[in-house]
């Protein structure tokens, strides 16, 4: 397995100053961010809150990760498709952590081989992690062309999914990934050091 694979989250910037006082939280947590300012498909958020995984636990219990960038959520955001909540592409941080943070912590986890909530994903806990880079579809995930019908199954395998239970201590974080320098700046502002933050156009649409 190659040691140091990054996982990508998206949030909004607004999230960034509770994330940085009680690290990256879960719906159910409470430590939960009561202004948690979503900007997901409202009814993909809807469905993770009933999805059941292996374990008995439903998505809600889980933080979600990618495994690249630039994902069909983010598109659909940026472009506002579907009941996505309008945002600013300034607005979009990615927050990356590397799997031996995890791996290493006292941190369940489990990571799928398609976006969760898909009847087709097959789900994979800690036993599997060497296993990783067999486990899912690397072509996939990091595909730039993946518009069309014709491309549905390989939109569903790009958007494997890396699910960490409980919360996530921000010790943990290896850093951000913003748009523009005024999002640069603004992070720092929370308080983010900013050897931490990447400014990284390219990561988005």
């Known amino acids: 397995m190659q040691t140091n694979i990054p996982i990508f989250r998206m949030v909004h ?3 960034i100053p509770h994330i940085i006082k009680y690290g990256i939280t879960h719906k159910n947590s409470i430590n939960s961010n009561p202004n948690y300012r979503a900007i997901g498909a409202l009814d993909i958020i ?3 809150a009933t999805k059941v995984c292996p374990r ?4 809600d219990d889980y933080i979600p990760f990618y ?6 959520m983010l598109y659909a955001i940026q472009n506002q498709y579907g009941n996505t909540a309008p945002t ?4 979009i941080i990615y927050i990356i952590v590397r799997l031996p943070q995890i791996i290493g912590s006292t941190l369940s986890y489990l990571f799928t081989d398609a976006h969760a909530i898909s009847p ?4 994979y806990d800690a036993s599997d992690i060497n296993n990783i880079e067999e486990k899912l579809n690397w072509k996939a995930i990091k ?3 993946w518009g069309g019908e014709e491309n549905s199954f390989l939109r569903l395998k790009k958007q494997a999914e890396f ?3 409980g919360d996530i201590p921000y010790h943990l974080i290896a850093g951000f990934v913003v748009y523009n320098q005024k999002s640069k700046e603004r992070l720092t502002n929370f308080g983010v050091a900013e050897a931490q933050i990447a400014v990284r156009p390219h990561y988005y649409f």
């Open 13 to 15: 910037i607004d999230n």
């Open 46 to 48: 809807s469905r993770r």
């Open 56 to 59: 008995g636990h439903t998505l």
């Open 67 to 72: 495994f690249w960038y630039r994902s069909p």
């Open 88 to 91: 600013p592409t300034e607005d």
């Open 120 to 123: 087709f994903s097959r789900f």
């Open 143 to 145: 595909n730039p062309s």
């Open 163 to 165: 699910l960490v239970y």
